[in-house]
């Protein structure tokens, strides 16, 4: 079993909808958890982090589920310029130089 | 506007070439990364180097030798690649502290084709 894990897609969405992203992990002792998004041929960006409490950046919302391993990222009104590849990524330890693990990434496309 | 720059863009190189990736941040960040990604496959961490030492190295061939002679600066040095090895070469940089892991920003890459 991998040790991030997201449903490739790719999810073709029409504008104005809601979407939602799913990721699971395997190591429990994971701390650090973000969603990215990467544009075709173009670098990984932050697009949150996600803290215990979940949280919320405009039509964007992240969830972590500590018990269950996974972590969900909600896109409401999606817009054409939404459409990427999103990945998750988990930090196994509490630092950056503990492993780093990016997901293979959710493909969406948004459609007018 | 990143501020994580990388030169070159795109690289084209023999097997016999030797070659070095540049990366500079200039967020004043404490840790460097660099990273390969292949076509449809996940980012792969290859090095980490916090406060300049190298904290991290995921079994990567030795043809990619790491050097971070500052906090600022971070290059990769190539010699006798093969031809599996093109793909994207990203870097990234974080303020990294042992308090909590913090976001990484990437620079734009660079796409490298051995031939």
């Known amino acids: 079993r991998k040790e991030v894990e997201q449903d490739p897609g790719p999810f073709n969405v029409p504008e104005g909808a809601t979407v939602a992203f799913n990721c699971t992990y395997s190591n429990s002792a994971s701390q650090s958890f973000f969603w990215y998004r990467q544009d075709c041929r173009k670098e990984p960006k932050l697009l949150m982090s996600?803290?215990?409490s979940g949280n919320e950046d405009g039509r964007f919302t992240a969830q972590l589920n500590r018990a269950s391993q996974y972590i969900s990222l909600l896109i409401r009104d999606s817009k054409l310029s939404d459409s990427a590849t999103y990945l998750c990524?988990?930090?196994?330890?509490?630092?950056?130089?503990?492993?780093?693990?990016f997901g293979p990434g959710t493909s969406l496309s948004v459609i007018p | 506007e990143t501020g994580v720059t990388q030169t070159p863009r795109h690289l084209v190189m023999g097997m016999t070439n030797k070659k070095s990736l540049k990366c500079e941040q200039h967020?004043?960040?404490?840790?460097m990364y660099w990273y390969k990604q292949s076509a449809k496959k996940p980012l792969e961490l290859m090095f980490v180097y916090n406060f300049k030492e190298q904290t991290e190295n995921n079994s990567v061939p030795s043809r990619f030798s790491p050097e971070c002679p500052n906090s600022s600066h971070l290059f990769l040095h190539l010699h006798t690649l093969q031809p599996e090895d093109s793909a994207l070469y990203l870097c990234?940089?974080?303020?990294?502290?042992?308090?909590?892991?913090?976001?990484?920003?990437f620079g734009p890459g660079t796409r490298l084709t051995v031939t």
């Open positions: 990524v988990v930090n196994r330890g509490k630092t950056s130089y503990d492993k780093v693990i």
């Open positions: 967020l004043g960040h404490n840790a």
């Open positions: 996600v803290y215990s």
């Open positions: 990234a940089s974080s303020q990294d502290s042992k308090a909590g892991a913090y976001e990484q920003y």
